[in-house]
T-cell receptor, first 109, second 113 residues
Framework: QKEVEQNSGPLSVPEGAIASLNCTYS??????FFWYRQYSGKSPELIMF????GDKEDGRFTAQLNKASQYVSLLIRDSQPSDSATYLC?????????FGKGTSLLVTP | DVKVTQSSRYLVKRTGEKVFLECVQD?????MFWYRQDPGLGLRLIYF???????EKGDIPEGYSVSREKKERFSLILESASTNQTSMYLC????????????FGPGTRLTVT
């Protein structure tokens, strides 16, 4: 079973702080890594993807990948209340992705 | 922008009925996927298709079938709906230059009574 593990949370951070979301995966053959944001009652929305070791930045979001440790993370800088959502980590060896169960993030004003 | 649409936002069906869920994407994507999402269980892959008339079983195909007669359309069929199929059903697509990046439709919340 190819597993993707995330802490379910909730992770609570104050507005303006950095939120750090973590994900580990079991399949060493994984090549593609994604972060989705899902608001309550809505469908997942792709916010970041990363394919190579290291960091990838897009606005307030940074994805970090360490294939040797089988670890991928998402940093959200200057967190806003509108960032409160569930964040899903997804990992793929191919077209079909394996999803974690998500981490609930709460940004408090 | 990728657009994935699903035929119904909410659906209520009776036990034993045959149920069709439709998904259409407008980006000429090769790959299409059906998931169900349940609290505590996360997103689980039911079926996916990487080409017209091609399909692959996902993690939980039992009780479901699929049809892909046209590239843009992928249908999920519940042959005889049961109460344990009450769930949120999500369709996604990927392809082209963004071959691994999946984009989701709005979802269909199905209730089987």
């Amino acid at each position: 079973q190819k597993e993707v593990e995330q802490n379910s949370g909730p992770l609570s951070v104050p507005e303006g702080a950095i939120a750090s979301l973590n994900c580990t995966y079991s399949d060493r053959g994984s090549q593609s890594f994604f972060w989705y944001r899902q608001y309550s009652g809505k469908s997942p929305e792709l916010i970041m993807f990363i394919y190579s070791n290291g960091d990838k930045e897009d606005g307030r979001f940074t994805a970090q990948l360490n294939k040797a440790s089988q670890y991928v993370s998402l940093l959200i800088r200057d967190s806003q209340p509108s960032d409160s959502a569930t964040y899903l980590c997804a990992v793929g060896p191919g077209y079909a992705l394996n999803f974690g169960k998500g981490t609930s993030l709460l940004v408090t004003p | 922008d990728v657009k994935v649409t699903q035929s119904s936002r909410y659906l209520v069906k009776r036990t034993g009925e045959k149920v069709f869920l439709e998904c259409v994407q407008d980006m000429d994507h090769e790959n299409m996927f059906w998931y169900r999402q349940d609290p505590g269980l996360g997103l689980r892959l039911i079926y996916f298709s990487y080409d017209v008339k091609m399909k692959e079983k996902g993690d939980i195909p039992e009780g479901y079938s699929v049809s892909r007669e046209k590239k843009e359309r992928f249908s999920l069929i519940l042959e005889s709906a049961s109460t344990n199929q009450t769930s949120m059903y999500l369709c996604a697509s990927s392809g082209g230059d963004l071959v691994y990046e999946q984009y989701f439709g709005p979802g269909t919340r199905l209730t089987v009574t």
